[in-house]
């Protein structure tokens, strides 16, 4: 499977899940090269190229040298790679909890709606740059929002991008809205008007806490 590249090693390290509802979680990351999107503020566009193509044997091994077992698969674009991300998955023991991350433009198969424990789905709005036909699958979405163990990230830049997460008619109980910040001096300045929108809006208040933690260093 391809996993990104940082320096001249795959990215796999153990941190605190920064994002999501498993906030300040214990975890081994890994991100899987290649996305499908090209969001102008992304902040991983290391893993946009390609990575380092490894054994998934070799994947199962490396994660099991951690004693953590909660797992993040991120990217990229994780469910680019559904068919190595199962063998893996089957390759670990079971009871690794796994989260996974995702732009929600790739159905999940049915072995990985089984297996997977937490979705966090981040369907990317218009200021990501991307185009709105490829940034946002209507039936993919629709399936995410059937499951009961998702929930929907979404960076907002102000209350404008509320029309466009609305007219998804997502489940509420399930959305989540993150500042949009690619620094902890950002996030600090942008959070307050977000707080505003969940409060009108009736939904969670996203977290950046590696922002919080460790501002722009990467692999933590
Ligand atoms: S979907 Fe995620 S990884 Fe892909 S370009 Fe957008 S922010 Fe970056």
């Known amino acids: 499977m391809n996993i990104a590249r940082l320096k001249s090693d795959p990215e796999i390290f153990y941190s605190l899940q920064g994002e999501g509802a498993q906030v300040g979680t214990p975890a081994v990351f890994l991100r899987l090269a290649g996305c499908n ?15 380092l193509e490894l054994p998934v044997a070799d994947v199962a091994r490396r994660l099991q040298e951690y004693t953590c077992r909660h797992l ?4 990229g674009e ?9 063998q893996l998955l089957e390759l670990l023991p079971p009871d690794y909890v796994v989260e996974v991350e995702t732009n ?4 999940p198969s049915r072995a990985l709606r089984q297996r997977v424990d937490w ?6 709005l218009r200021h990501s740059g991307n185009d709105a036909g490829a940034a ?39 959305i989540m809205l993150m500042p949009c910040a690619a620094t902890r001096a950002e996030l600090a300045a942008a ?3 977000v707080a505003e929108m969940c409060l009108q809006h009736g939904v969670r208040l996203g977290e950046r806490l590696h922002l919080v933690l460790w501002d722009t260093k990467k692999g933590v």
């Open 78 to 86: 994780p469910l680019l790679q559904q068919a190595e991300l199962e």
């Open 72 to 75: 993040v698969i991120t990217g």
């Open 37 to 51: 999107l090209s969001c102008t503020w992304c902040d991983t566009k290391h893993s946009w190229g390609a990575g």
């Open 136 to 174: 946002l699958c209507f039936d993919a979405l629709e399936t995410f929002a059937e499951m009961p163990n998702v929930w929907f990230k979404f960076v907002v830049q102000g209350e404008a991008d509320w029309r466009d997460i609305d007219a998804l008619e997502l489940p509420l109980h399930q």
């Open 104 to 107: 929600g433009t790739v159905e």
């Open 119 to 124: 979705w966090n789905v981040s369907p990317k």
């Open 191 to 193: 959070r307050p008007a």
